[in-house]
């Protein structure tokens, strides 16, 4: 529906990317949302992604590392990042206002470790949220700000699909911000999984035969 969903972010991003455009995906819980919804389209984006022991440190440089690789062919370069692994790098944006590097950031900002409330530890109430949850109330807008890169926090939508539009023209450092809620999230993840289980379910009942 209308609400923000952090899985929808990758459904809207796969209809409005043009053919050629590079993403980059940080790690956590936006490259499995690139996974499990991303619909498969005719358009040709390239996925680039780090892994590794520390796959969400360098997020930013790395995506500012891929845009300005392909700068000259024109190729669009979006960066989809939630905000810990944004924050762990927030000094790239020195890089980017500096070169003009043109990186459209999408940033999904739940204020902490939304993957960690999709495990067991959630339920652990006292020592979860500054352990795990580890909510940190950073104003990304005055973050952004003091590099002089500009943001847009669209409040539907509608308004989240104009944003990418424009930011796609604009070039230069760009930041699209989210803010989206950890519990509300992992509850909408929940049930798209229940829903999904129910209709494989009925399209394939245990005593169907082929």
Same mark, same amino acid.
């Given at each position: 529906g209308d609400l923000w969903f952090e899985g929808k972010v990758f459904r809207e991003l796969a209809t409005l990317l043009p053919e050629g455009t590079h993403q980059f995906?940080?790690?956590?819980?936006?490259?499995?949302?690139?996974?499990?919804f991303t619909p498969l389209t005719t358009r040709k984006v390239r996925h680039l992604v780090n892994r590794g022991t520390n796959g969400i440190d360098g997020t930013l440089s790395s995506a500012l590392g891929m845009a300005e690789a392909v700068r000259e062919s024109g190729a669009p370069a979006v960066l989809v990042s939630g905000d810990i692994a944004f924050l762990h790098d927030s000094n790239g944006l020195q890089a980017a206002k500096a070169y003009g590097i043109p990186l459209l950031v999408?940033?999904?900002d739940n204020d902490g470790g939304g993957i960690f409330h999709m495990l067991p530890i959630a339920q652990? #109430?006292?020592a979860f949220e500054p352990?795990? %949850?580890?909510?940190?109330?950073?104003?990304?807008?005055?973050l952004c700000a003091a590099h002089?890169?500009?943001?847009e926090e669209p409040r539907d939508w509608a308004g989240?699909?104009? #944003?990418?539009?424009?930011?796609?023209?604009? %070039?230069?450092p760009r930041v699209i911000r989210l803010r989206t809620d950890r519990q509300r999230n992992q509850a909408q993840h929940a049930l798209v999984w229940t829903?999904?289980?129910e209709r494989i379910t009925a399209a394939f009942p245990p005593n169907r035969q082929f």
């Open positions: 995906t940080a790690s956590s819980m936006p490259i499995r949302d690139l996974e499990a999408v940033l999904i652990v #109430s006292d352990y795990f %949850g580890t909510p940190h109330g950073t104003d990304f807008a005055l002089a890169v500009p943001v989240f699909r104009d #944003s990418v539009r424009t930011g796609l023209r604009a %070039g230069g829903k999904a289980r």
